[in-house]
């Protein structure tokens, strides 16, 4: 039978200070209320005391660890999802080996905005599949509170930091990636990006001053992009596998909105129950939203137990994975 990539374990993190909506509330012009009913989160986490993303990747990975009695020296790649890095460079994922002690293990960070664990995953299942690599690790982590502006309530309401990862290992018994359909489209840089630090606008006094080292979003255009994309995507993939919201245990969908979730639900013709939810606790914490949600649901997924991940993010980016959990 075919070798395909499977999840194997995965493991979480997430920071101990909770920035409630009525924290909030004392720093921007918002209120729960408003909050609540237009994106469904109560809470966020934030990370303090000058620690980075790859400290909570090294907690998320401790905690994998732990649970599978993995040796750090059998993982040989590792690929970091984040648009919070450390440093421009070296990459995150170097950073988090040597932390770990995983020193036979090479690794690079993919950055694909909300949408990074997805593309992360689809990657990394290749060097499963291809028989060179037999233990790859998967990490959607974000420090999101460092790129945003706690005086924008247009972002600072949404997102939260986190960290999630999952083990990727040969599956010879018919479980693990069946399918994946990944998009991206430039056009949509415009309305969700950070305006400088990269070589198009270096960081300079001017840069710092106008307050353009912080994410920008233009909500109203995300919005409607990402209700499409998702719900498109969603039905794309379950039309191509035949499969109908029978068939699956559950979706798991970026936590940005939870009216975003709604929409690509309803297209799916998923209940409430199928739908892996947390973005009342975390917020929007970008590319550790989808891994996030398996370490919080693990106890609850059996062998064979067939999910439909999905995301929508800023370049624009979107996708939609489809696996059957193997363990």
Not at 111 to 132: D, M, P, R
Request: with cysteine.
């Amino acid at each position: 039978m075919k070798t395909r990539a499977a999840i194997t374990g995965v493991g979480g993190y997430v920071p101990e200070y909770i920035l409630t909506n009525a924290e909030l509330e004392t720093m921007v012009d918002t209120n729960d209320q408003w909050i609540r009913e237009r994106t469904g989160i109560a809470e966020r986490r934030l990370l303090k005391d000058g620690r980075a993303t790859s400290d909570m990747a090294v907690a998320a990975i401790q905690d994998l660890m732990a649970k599978k009695a993995l040796d750090p020296k059998e993982i040989e790649l590792i690929i970091c999802a984040t648009v919070s890095p450390d440093h421009v460079f070296p990459a995150t994922a170097n950073i988090i080996a040597d932390k770990i002690g995983a020193t036979n293990a090479w690794g690079f960070d993919l950055e694909a905005a909300c949408s990074g664990f997805l593309f992360a995953l689809q990657t990394g299942s290749k060097f499963v599949e291809a028989g060179t690599h037999k233990k790859v690790l998967v990490i959607g982590a974000d420090m999101m509170s460092s790129i945003i502006d706690y005086e924008d309530r247009n972002t600072c309401i949404l997102f939260g930091d986190g960290a999630g990862v999952v083990l990727l290992e040969p599956d010879t018994a018919g479980n693990g990636i069946m399918d994946a359909i990944l998009k991206s489209d430039g056009s949509g840089a415009p309305y969700l990006h950070m305006k400088a630090g990269g070589s198009k606008n270096p960081a300079s006094q001017e840069t710092v001053k106008n307050r353009h080292h912080y994410a920008y979003q233009e909500g109203r255009t995300v919005f409607k992009f990402a209700v499409k994309g998702m719900a498109d995507v969603v039905e794309e993939i379950m039309v191509k596998n035949g499969l109908t919201g029978d068939d699956i245990r559950y979706m798991v969908p970026h936590q940005a909105n939870k009216r975003i979730i709604d929409a690509a639900a309803r297209r799916a013709g998923l209940p409430d129950e199928k739908v892996m939810l947390n973005i009342h606790k975390y917020g929007n914490t970008t590319a550790a939203t989808i891994p996030l949600c398996l370490w919080e649901w693990e106890h609850e997924l059996k062998k064979e137990d067939q999910l439909i991940l999905t995301a929508f993010g800023g370049g624009f980016t979107w996708g939609s994975v489809f696996l059957r959990w193997a363990y």
